[in-house]
């Protein structure tokens, strides 16, 4: 676009192109700085960053450039450099040919490899792999602040790659009174995570199960689909995947699935679980996990839902979970939620 | 009644060729829908059910929980001739055993069919869950059918015996593999089997109410959820209306067996004592369901009261009516009063049927109208009525059951071959 400097927008202060950059420029680190703290070798390391600007813009190949700096860096970081993966070598879509691929001293292989074996290591670690944590997991929402806008409804459905007819989430809107004394309540309900899950107790090859961390969990490898625990949810929590598929409205609807409960299954295919199993809100479990927060706090557009440590009486949620608006849905069934709201 | 002359005469299946042939073309049609539509469900999956998240249990369900109180009500039937030595019962004793050990078949093959992941059904063996009625429920459904193979065992091994005896070549291998090789008949033979035969109906007597069918009660009553499912009698109305099924199925069984393949006269008497219990078992049924139905209602607990007004004037409220109401219990109450009429096989065998086919009303009626109302003010209203598929399913597992059932009638001595009683 050639947007001329003095193309300004009613109110918006001009602000010329030139000045912008000499911004970016003025926090730009030094780069020599920077390197110095490393062990590695600063000249390399500039010169190499200086090439490759050069590569992005087209003025040096990715073939020059590995060419040139292969043996220098094969030096320089030795063992770390031939066994990593090089990022321009990545299957399918790789910045060099293959022959300069090939004559390289670093390993070749996708980016993805690398990335799916360091999950792995963490997951398989000593201190017990997912839901293994030390805090417990609570949820409250402030129905004051919740507008039925439906968007962790929507957030939910894109993190969680959920299939028509299954949805953690919903808004549950209620309407009482007569005109002209109406009033309208939203209620966002997303698995209660119970102390004293129903779902848990009727489910015969007890495929679901509390976690230490108090998130009921569902192994999709060992659900026989029986939907007992769907049944027995006082919440209504629980979705048969009827296998299904979005593919009608997106193209590549099932390429990707989440990595629920820190599994990664792959595509969605059929006759694979989770189709044919039941399904359920994890607290994002797999978010939780990376120390995020579930994909629907994050989007709340009212700011009304929180998560957080239940048992640190310290925490927000802690807090707002002991405040008299609190309250739990259905109390007198003896679930004990550990998703609490405040009128 | 067999007469001395007649004694060991042994000649299964129908008396009639061409009745023989139209018979196994139905169950042929029957069994060819079911596997197209079969082959459907699997291709398809669970997609080609109309079962949605808010109405999860179906046809599938029902027809599961029916057949199930089907054999538990045969069982429990033929436990008057084996254990309770009620007189002039043995002769549909292993007719019943023999209709439980189908029915149980059947009911585990829709069991099968009903599981989001057939490949995994194993996986109850594998894992358990000490909380799970299901999970229980299976274990007893493999003991009971465990006692049923052995009471018919038992029941008919002397028979068996007589006709391996009598035989020769493959048919008396055949015979004599049945009776796992014990050819005794001597009398000696015959009062160790009985002995046998009643300690395994006491086994089973508790096994069939409690674990079995109450279970199965069990299993809807503990949803807390599903206030309409949620109470003590549940259960118990559950194992009547199965004594109630049972008992009709047996008398059915019984007139048609004897006069179609047998080509034997029916005992009136008898027939008349199966009518009497069937009486009872309406009675006590639709007062407990009327008890049961008071209560939810005087409960003024909305839930209940909107899932009987489904029940009652919902969308499939004729299911309520004509088939609750009116086929297994005022109908054949009509034609049970009557005592020339308890003593006239055809219209038994009418009240029977009607019987049999109004208690599947039942189960659908216990099965779908708990999941219409939703569980939480806010949340979707189900709806539910059986696709193509589910029905095409349905027909041709019963088909399967029918088939089972003629083949075992065509070659194993169902009648006792002394006639009636045990010696
Ligand atoms: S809300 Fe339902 S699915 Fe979630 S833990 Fe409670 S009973 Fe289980
Ligand atoms: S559907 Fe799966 S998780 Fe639910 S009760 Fe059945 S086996 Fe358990």
Known sequence: MSTADDDTLPGIPNVGKADLDAMVEKERPDPREELADVEADTDLGVAMAEDAQRVARGELSGDEYWEKYDEAAAAEFGEAYQETPNPAVDAGDQTVSTETAESLSCAVGSMDTVATESTQVEGDGPDGGIGAGDEKWGMVIDLQKCVGCDSCTVACKSENRTPPGVSYNVVMEEEHGEFPNVTRTNVPRPCMQCDNPPCVQVCPVSATYKMDDGVVNIDYDRCIGCRYCNIACPYGARYFDFGENYDDEVDGAGELTSSEYGVDRGPREEGKSPIGNIRKCSFCTHRLERGEEPACVETCVGDARNMGDLENPDSDVAQMADSSRAFQLKEDEGTDPNVYYLK | ?423
Do not use: C
Request: aromatic residues 14%; glycine residues 8%; charged residues 15%.
């Open chain 2, 1 to 423: 009644m067999a007469t001395q002359s007649s004694r060991f005469e042994f000649d299964p299946g129908f008396e009639d060729d061409r009745l023989r042939i139209v018979w196994y073309a139905i169950i042929g049609v029957l069994v060819a829908v079911g596997a197209y539509a079969t082959y459907l469900r699997l291709t398809g999956g669970m997609a080609t059910t109309n079962l949605t998240s808010i109405v999860p249990w179906g046809a599938w369900v029902a027809f599961y929980i029916y057949f199930v109180g089907l054999s538990a009500g045969a069982f429990l039937v033929s436990t008057m001739a084996n254990v309770f030595e009620v007189e002039g019962m043995h002769r549909i004793d292993r007719d019943a055993l023999f209709a439980a050990i189908i029915s149980m078949a059947v009911a585990l093959l829709f069991v099968w069919i009903d599981l989001g992941r057939m490949d995994r059904m194993y996986f109850p063996f594998l894992w358990r869950q000490l909380t799970s009625a299901l999970s229980w429920e299976v274990h007893a459904y493999v003991a009971y059918i465990g006692i049923l193979v052995t009471e018919l065992y038992f029941s008919m091994r002397i028979d068996l015996a007589r006709v391996a005896q009598r035989a020769s070549g493959l048919r008396q291998t055949f015979y004599a593999a049945l009776a796992l090789g014990r050819l005794d008949t001597s009398e000696g033979s015959q009062s160790f089997d009985q002995r046998w035969l009643k300690r395994a109906g006491i086994v089973g007597i508790p096994l069939a109410i409690f674990l079995v069918h109450g279970g199965t009660g069990v299993l809807f009553a503990v949803s807390k959820a599903r206030p309409y499912w949620n109470s003590g009698l549940f259960p118990v109305i559950f194992v009547i209306s199965a004594l109630l099924s049972g008992t009709a199925l047996v008398m059915v069984i019984y007139v048609l067996r004897t006069r179609l393949f047998d080509g034997d006269s029916v005992d009136p008497d008898l027939l008349d004592r199966l009518a009497q219990l069937l009486i009872g078992f309406i009675i006590v049924d639709a007062a407990l369901t009327a008890i049961e139905t008071f209560i939810a209602i005087a409960s003024l607990h909305p839930h209940e009261i909107e899932t009987w007004q489904v029940i009652m004037y919902g969308p499939m409220s004729w299911s309520f009516w004509w088939f609750m109401i009116g086929f297994s219990w005022v109908f054949p109450m009509v034609l049970l009063t009557k005592k020339s009429w308890r003593r006239t096989p055809s219209v038994m065998v009418l009240a029977g049927l009607s019987v049999v086919i109004g208690i599947v009303a039942v189960r659908f009626n216990i099965v779908v109208p708990a999941q219409i109302m939703p569980v939480m003010e806010g949340l979707p209203h189900g709806s539910y009525f059986p696709t193509l598929v589910e029905w095409g399913t349905s027909v041709g597992m019963i088909g399967v059951g029918l088939l089972l059932y003629t083949l075992g009638a065509e070659t194993l001595p169902l009648t006792p071959l002394t006639g009636g009683d045990h010696e």
